[in-house]
């Protein structure tokens, strides 16, 4: 494989090869790699829907779906929401479409980075994208009342608000939510992707759909595909107010959803408690996954409430060849985030998987960032960065040396090197590497007993870390901070701007919606 690799990641492709693409060009029958790039429910279906779904699988693919008007009916009566008021579509993809054809006019607000179709598909059909830059600094935390006055300078007609956001997990509270609908309620459009809210904990009732029913501009999207663990089974579903869904209904192809997702929607309905079981279950991993990847010296694992996890690799890492050793070498398939606008080829998105398949991904990133010895050791192209990445295992921070210090009339050689957060200190890690037998085959997860319902947390209150007794924790959500990585976007460079941007001045307030006309730019 290790020939065709580069040929299986385009510069184009959103997320790269398909699962199955690797195995073909590997051609050796070990079967497909372990995949962290696509986050996907690992525990739903359960074993015995997958039998009975292959025990129905003639009917389903010889069988006339139903009309979507069932479909909608049935997903409504199951969600408790009025038909009216809801439009499915065969995935958020095609629904983002959609809503741009019909509701967004000439611009539209995105924080970046965040998922590419709601940057390219504006831009696709001639619309102005208006991105605000999430800063590393910050840990890529969205601060709404800055973005609201960027849309009031940028006269932005419509914004996209992801709730966690793609790729870092970022997650804005209810409250918050619903202040900033408030202050733009004169924008034509706001859409609040809620693709992975089903995994959050943070709060008891996060979601803004009761909000987006009575709102004349409010769009919230739902994914249902991968909530279900059926990545390959499109499907997604908006609520918004029953004119704005009553458009996007009519404008959506006949016949857009196929038998298997009319199944699953059916299937669902009988295997609810099962369905809140895998939540839990992948929010239980969430949470040993991070700290798993954090006690690995230099790796930054960011806070998220969603189903992946974004890190920023050490220094001297880079995303590309990481991504490249750990297919060719570990039979691992990682995201790494180079082509996101706003981010770095220093940053991975990893999909949160069961521990099974975490003990493969460990070891594999231990080998492939600090594997000195080996021919394709990193090379940042800076000789003191080298020495300092040899000399911390790639935290950044240099540790006691173990050869005999220097004489004293040798003055050390200054590292002109960015500081790094301090790593948090390395636990022996209770993995090994997988053995032969493992490499090819790859049995599911037995799946452990429930845990217990998590305590409601105060509203607006940082969200209290949980885990593995022991291990260390990434940080808190109010406290997202990092260092700029080498190749990130300027706020001046995704605008265009050649001169510095303009310092915002301290907010006391929302802005007003009759400012907008003052500082548009």
């Not at 010889?62 to 579509?89: E, F, Y």
């Not at 295992?393 to 003055?411: C, K």
């Amino acid at each position: 494989m290790a020939g065709n690799v580069t040929s299986l990641f385009p510069g184009t492709a959103a997320h790269g090869p398909s699962t199955a693409a690797p195995a073909r060009e590997s051609g050796d029958g070990a079967g497909g790699p372990v995949d962290f790039r696509v986050p996907c429910n690992p525990y739903f279906p359960t074993p015995a829907m997958f039998d009975a779904l292959a025990a129905g699988l003639r009917e389903i693919l010889t069988s006339r779906p139903s009309d979507a008007g069932a479909v909608t009916a049935a997903l409504c009566d199951l969600l408790r929401l009025p038909p009216q008021c809801v439009a499915i579509g065969n995935g958020s993809t095609e629904l983002i479409t959609w809503l741009d054809h019909l509701l967004v006019r000439d611009s539209l607000a995105v924080p970046v980075p965040t998922f590419g179709r709601w940057t390219d598909q504006p831009m696709e059909t001639g619309k102005r994208v208006d991105m605000f830059p999430l800063q590393e600094a910050g840990g890529f935390a969205l601060d709404l009342t800055r973005y609201a006055e960027f849309i009031r300078r940028r006269g932005s007609r419509a914004a996209v608000l992801r709730n966690p956001n793609d790729p870092d997990g970022g997650f804005l509270p209810r409250r918050a939510v619903v202040e900033f609908l408030d202050a733009m309620a004169d924008l034509d459009l706001i859409v609040v992707d809620e693709s992975f809210l089903e995994f959050a904990d943070a709060e008891d009732d996060p979601s803004v759909v009761q909000e987006a029913m009575l709102r004349p501009n409010v769009v919230v999207l739902r994914s249902l595909g991968d909530n279900l663990g059926l990545h390959g089974v499109r499907l997604g579903h908006l609520v918004a107010n029953p004119a704005l869904a009553g458009r996007v209904r009519a404008a959506l192809p006949k016949g857009n959803l196929g038998c298997l997702a009319e199944r699953m929607v059916f299937m669902l309905r009988e295997h609810g408690a099962e369905y809140r079981r895998s939540i839990e279950l992948v929010r239980r991993d969430r949470t040993a996954m991070a700290a798993h990847l954090a006690a690995l010296p230099g790796l930054t694992v960011y806070p998220s409430q969603g189903d992946f996890l974004f890190v920023r690799l050490p220094v001297g890492a880079e995303g590309t060849v990481v991504r490249d050793r750990l297919l060719t070498e570990h039979r691992v398939l990682v995201r790494e985030c180079g082509d996101r606008i706003g981010s770095s080829s220093r940053f991975l998105r990893l999909a949160v998987r069961p521990e099974v398949d975490v003990r493969r991904l460990v070891p594999a990133l231990q080998q492939v960032l600090y594997d000195t010895g080996a021919a394709t050791a990193y090379s940042s192209g800076t000789a003191a960065v080298d020495r300092l990445v040899r000399q911390t295992n790639g935290a950044g921070v240099r540790l006691a040396p173990e050869a005999a210090p220097a004489p004293a009339s040798v003055a050390p050689e200054p590292v002109p090197v960015a500081p790094e957060p301090v790593p948090v200190a390395p636990v022996p890690m209770p993995f090994a590497p997988a053995p032969a037998a493992a490499m090819a085959a790859h049995p599911p997860a037995s799946v452990p007993p429930p845990p217990p319902a998590p305590t409601p947390f105060p509203e607006l209150q940082p969200v209290p870390q949980t885990g593995i007794p022991g291990a260390p924790m990434p940080a808190p959500v109010s406290d997202r901070r990092g260092m700029p990585a080498a190749g990130g976007l300027t706020a001046a460079q995704v605008r265009g701007r050649t001169q510095p941007e303009p310092p915002v001045p301290p907010q006391t307030a929302w802005p007003t919606a009759g400012g907008m006309y003052d500082r548009t730019g």
